[in-house]
């Protein structure tokens, strides 16, 4: 068991922090409200995403 003392968006930075470096290109689906944010988290510590994108439903 791991305990992760703050919000999904935490883990979410800490998961991309700690395995890709600033200016990294990384993959992602837009797929729904969470994937977009992902994307939106990405951008904003300084990686650049690319969206493959899809149908929401």
């Not at 800490?14 to 689906?29: E, Q, W």
């Amino acid at each position: 068991m791991f305990i992760f003392p703050s919000p999904v968006t935490g883990a979410w930075k800490a998961a991309l922090v700690n395995t890709h470096l600033h200016g990294d290109k990384i993959l992602t689906f837009e797929t729904g409200h969470f994937a977009f944010m992902w994307s939106k988290l990405a951008r904003k510590i300084g990686l650049h995403p690319e969206i493959i994108e899809g149908d929401w439903r």
